[in-house]
């Protein structure tokens, strides 16, 4: 069965800290994105990549960073996490010889930052 | 990508169809409908996705308009556990685009027993 497993379903932060979420994918795929998802504004965009070491800019990329060093491994960084960060965070991938528009999500990573 | 507009919600009793509309008038020829549902605390699912013919798999129908302005997911024996969140959503498949999806407020669908 695909997979995306992403590290932490919960995390509690205080503000300041540097936050690491990580998130794996078994498909080989070669595009991973992060989403966030508040009440009211849906799931928003914060960065993506198609390739190692690439990565490209979202909708709302401000705050945070991405690591993409190996194909399977996507990490999102809050380098000093601020309590307008609280969000639960979604990690996907997808093929690009496959459908664009079909995605596999991960669980979803739900932080809090106090 | 080509806007879309759903009901932001809709009742469905369980063991009959729920029918969830999509408007999409601004779309263009090589635009694709993706629908995707998202459960309470889970990440969205894939659902369905088509171009201009009707497509059915195991988990629901799409039927799209001959114009392609408006489409409809078919669930066509809903169970509780399909209460969700269903999205509809239009993205070109042309070359250069690897599946970035704008999601936009959904339909929140509510099956009742």
């Known amino acids: 069965d695909v997979k995306v497993t992403q590290s932490s379903r919960y995390l509690v932060k205080r503000t300041g800290e540097k936050v690491f979420l990580e998130c794996v994918q078994d498909?080989?795929?070669?595009?991973m994105f992060w989403y966030r998802q508040d009440p009211g504004l849906g799931l928003r965009l914060i960065y993506f990549?198609?390739?190692?070491?690439?990565?490209e800019k979202g909708d709302i990329p401000e705050g945070y960073s991405v690591s993409r060093e190996k194909k399977e491994r996507f990490s999102l960084i809050l380098e000093s996490a601020s309590t307008n960060q609280t969000s639960m965070y979604l990690c996907?991938?997808?093929?690009?010889?496959?459908?664009?528009?079909?995605?596999?999500f991960g669980e979803g990573s739900r932080l809090t930052v106090l | 990508d080509a806007k879309t507009t759903q009901p932001p919600s809709m009742d469905c009793a369980e063991g009959r169809a729920a029918n969830l509309p999509c408007n999409h008038s601004?779309?263009?020829?090589?635009?694709?409908v993706y629908w995707y549902r998202q459960i309470h605390s889970q990440g969205p699912q894939y659902i369905i996705h088509?171009?201009?013919n009707n497509e059915t798999n195991e988990m629901a129908s799409l039927i799209i308009t001959e114009d392609r302005k408006s489409s409809t997911l078919i669930l066509p024996h809903a169970t509780l556990r399909d209460t969700a969140v269903y999205y509809c959503i239009v993205i070109n498949r042309g070359s250069g685009n690897t599946g970035k999806l704008i999601f936009g407020q959904g339909t929140t669908l509510q099956v009742k027993p």
């Open positions: 996907a991938s997808s093929s690009s010889s496959g459908g664009a528009g079909e995605l596999f």
């Open positions: 601004t779309i263009s020829g090589n635009e694709y």
């Open positions: 990549s198609y390739d190692v070491k690439m990565k």
């Open positions: 088509g171009l201009k």
């Open positions: 498909m080989d795929h070669e595009n």
